[in-house]
């Protein structure tokens, strides 16, 4: 029996179908996989801007430290 050309675009069609809906999967699994590179992205971020955060208020405490311990050395004056 031969194929209908009207049969064949049915196929065809068919077969398109079956593809798009592995695509969409496909995209769904690499959506969700994004979603979660994403939010280690974000909490790297927050890591890193609390680590630079802590350096910088150490930082700013030792020169702090250092200021009053001058001060006292130079009985409150910086510039001697």
Not at 2 to 13: F, R, T, W
Not at 16 to 34: C, G, M, P, V, Y
Not at 63 to 73: A, G
């Amino acid at each position: 029996m031969a194929v209908k050309p009207g049969n064949l675009v049915l196929v065809m069609l068919r077969d398109i179908r079956a593809k798009q809906n592995e695509h969409s999967a496909n995209f769904e699994r690499i959506e969700t996989r994004l979603g979660d590179i994403e939010k280690q992205l974000d909490d790297y971020k927050k890591i890193v801007g609390y680590a630079l955060g802590q350096s910088s208020e150490t930082q700013f405490r030792r020169d702090q430290k250092t200021s009053r311990q001058l001060e006292d050395q130079t009985g409150g004056n910086r510039y001697l």
